[in-house]
Nanobody, 120 residues
Framework: QVQLVESGGGLVQAGGSLKLSCAASGSVRNIYDMGWYRQAPGNQRELVATITSGGSTNYADSVKGRFSISRDNAKNTVYLQMNSLKPEDTAVYYC??????????????WGQGTQVTVSS
């Protein structure tokens, strides 16, 4: 059994910062690409940022220069540092990861989501 558990969401004023964390636990053998997605009410889920196991990153244009994704492979954890937050960043943020379990099964996992609300 593998789980992704997110933390760090909350309410912040425009211009502020938040840092999200997502830790994988359970029967983890290898973790490949990890990422963050978000979904605002009435919208589809969209990519925010991804990071490979080697540390290569990719960002949505809307967050480039403001958000930074990183990972700690020893802790099976991915982070999202969000700076200069805007009201349009308000959404539920979901962690995502491709994980090979100790059973050798490769599965795409999602976290439960964490709410980020940015007030104007």
């Amino acid at each position: 059994q593998v789980q992704l558990v997110e933390s760090g969401g909350g309410l912040v004023q425009a211009g502020g910062s938040l840092k999200l964390s997502c830790a994988a636990s359970g029967s983890v053998r290898n973790i490949y690409d990890m990422g963050w997605y978000r979904q605002a009410p009435g919208n589809q889920r969209e990519l925010v940022a991804t990071i490979t196991s080697g540390g290569s990153t990719n960002y949505a244009d809307s967050v480039k220069g403001r958000f930074s994704i990183s990972r700690d492979n020893a802790k099976n954890t991915v982070y999202l540092q969000m700076n200069s937050l805007k009201p349009e960043d308000t959404a539920v943020y979901y962690c995502n990861a491709y994980i090979r379990a100790t059973t050798f099964a490769l599965t795409n996992y999602w976290g439960q989501g964490t709410q980020v609300t940015v007030s104007s």
